[in-house]
């Protein structure tokens, strides 16, 4: 199975800021996705990353919020942009490496916005 | 639209005895099921999959989950707790032909006493 590498792994920021979020995967893999961990809740995709095209938002997702980039086959992050403390989540990137069946998930960036 | 309800927000079973949790869906067509396990302070792990065949599957620390097509179910079940089993466990789905779009179930939270 794939490995990922999330950075970083917290931070607490202050609102109107924005963070960068890293995932590294030790493997090539089509698509990326990235996931939104609300406090006690489940969690909710915010978009799917394909190398070398825009990235799919969910529905309730915008890119001006949450701008994603995929230079290449093993790398991708994503911005949360101009915080408020409604985006304090945990931040998770997932893949589902080729052959497989199943999502291997980063280890999560825990946010908090003040 | 395809959706994933888990009716207990929490399971309480002795060590020792046998455990489950409880999952349906709704999804067009036949679907893509997965459990994960997110244990205290560490990642999103991915515990088994549905995918074709059988209707037991059996996946990682002794767990198994029973597809139940004419309930639209999918509950996963240990036939021995153990303390370590303490978690939080998310059932998903994904269709068919969905790409890998995979949805979420609120999640259990299985406390496992010794």
């Known amino acids: 199975s794939a490995v990922i590498s999330q950075k970083p792994s917290r931070d607490i920021c202050q609102r109107g800021t924005s963070l960068t979020i890293q995932c590294q995967v030790d493997?090539?893999?089509?698509?990326m996705f990235w996931y939104r961990q609300q406090p006690g809740q489940s969690l909710t995709l915010i978009a799917t990353?394909?190398?070398?095209?825009?990235?799919?938002?969910e529905s309730g997702f915008v890119i001006d919020k949450f701008p994603i980039s995929r230079p290449n086959l093993t790398f991708s992050t994503l911005t949360v942009s101009n915080m408020s403390p409604e985006d304090s989540s945990i931040y998770l990137c997932?893949?589902?490496?080729?052959?497989?069946?199943?999502?291997?998930f980063g280890s999560g960036t825990r946010l908090t916005v003040v | 639209a395809q959706s994933v309800a888990q009716p207990e927000d929490q399971v309480n079973v002795a060590e020792g005895n046998p455990l489950t949790v409880k999952c349906t869906y709704s999804?067009?067509?036949?679907?893509?099921l997965f459990w994960y396990v997110q244990y205290p302070n560490r990642g999103l792990q991915f515990l088994l999959k549905?995918?074709?065949?059988?209707?037991l599957v059996k996946g990682s620390y002794g767990f198994e989950a029973e597809f139940n097509k004419s309930q639209t179910s999918f509950h996963l079940k240990k036939p021995s707790a153990l303390v370590s089993d303490s978690a939080l466990y998310f059932c998903?789905?994904?269709?068919?032909?969905?790409?890998?779009?995979?949805?979420f179930g609120a999640g259990t939270r299985l406390f496992v006493k010794a």
């Open positions: 997932s893949v589902e490496p080729q052959g497989a069946w199943g999502y291997t």
């Open positions: 493997s090539q893999v089509t698509m």
């Open positions: 990353a394909n190398q070398g095209s825009e990235a799919t938002y």
């Open positions: 999804v067009s067509g036949n679907p893509y």
């Open positions: 549905y995918i074709t065949g059988d209707n």
């Open positions: 998903a789905v994904r269709a068919r032909g969905g790409g890998f779009k995979t949805i």
